[in-house]
């Protein structure tokens, strides 16, 4: 079945040191991929999302990387703050489907030492 | 950002109890969901409404009943739980296609004595 399998599961970086999580997908039809920053107690947020027609998404210190042949997508925080430690999930969907069912990765922690 | 609102934020509940789970969205979004997130586990999909019709179900036991009666409100109905059902249990809304963000409630956290 559909499946999303995201690496590493915890991640710890210092202050100003770059984090990179990544994540691969299984079913080809997949073209809508978004990002979930979840906090301690708090809801999943959106931080950033791509479709399948863009290789590659910015939005200041948040990158998104798109591989469509390798099946595999990655995010990358640059310049990391004490504020960016959370949980991250990513996705994928099927743009197509009218459900907007979303398979999520197991998540990743990630710990910023200041 | 308060427009997914879910009631209550706790609840404590006996397996023999009955209890429901509400979820409003205030964003015109016309797709409504049920996750179950517990830890050490991805989020799972439970139930998927659009346009007020149910659309998808998970495999989800029948314990779990979900209703909803127009685009802005979700509930879930709960009967008979199990105590591995005790998790944080997420609404989300979305316009009602593929490629369009979720967004997502507080959440209810659910614990089953």
């Known amino acids: 079945g559909e499946n999303v399998e995201q690496h590493p599961s915890t991640l710890s970086v210092q202050e100003g040191d770059s984090a990179v999580i990544k994540c691969t997908y299984s079913d080809s039809a997949s073209n809508y991929f978004p990002w979930y920053k979840q906090e301690l107690g708090k809801r999943p947020q959106l931080i950033i999302d791509i479709r399948s027609n863009v290789g590659e998404k910015k939005d200041q210190r948040i990158a998104v990387t798109l591989n469509k042949t390798a099946k595999h997508f990655s995010l990358h925080i640059t310049e990391t703050q004490p504020e960016d430690s959370a949980v991250y999930f990513c996705?994928?969907?099927?743009?197509?489907?009218?459900?907007?069912?979303?398979?999520f990765g197991q998540g990743t922690t990630l710990q910023v030492k200041p | 950002e308060t427009g997914v609102t879910q009631t209550p934020r706790h609840l404590v509940m006996g397996m023999t109890n009955k209890k429901s789970l509400k979820c409003e969205q205030h964003l015109g979004h016309n797709a409504m969901y049920w996750y179950k997130q517990s830890a050490k586990k991805p989020l799972e999909l439970m139930f998927v409404?659009?346009?007020?019709?149910?659309?998808e179900n998970n495999s989800v036991p029948s314990r779990f009943s979900p209703e909803c009666p127009n685009s802005s409100h979700l509930f879930l109905h709960l009967h008979t739980l199990q105590p591995e059902d005790s998790a944080l249990y997420l609404c989300?809304?979305?316009?009602?296609?593929?490629?369009?963000?979720?967004?997502f409630g507080d959440g209810t956290r659910l614990s089953i004595l």
């Open positions: 989300a809304s979305s316009q009602s296609r593929g490629d369009q963000p979720q967004h």
């Open positions: 996705a994928a969907s099927k743009g197509s489907s009218n459900t907007g069912k979303l398979i």
């Open positions: 409404y659009s346009l007020e019709e149910r659309v």
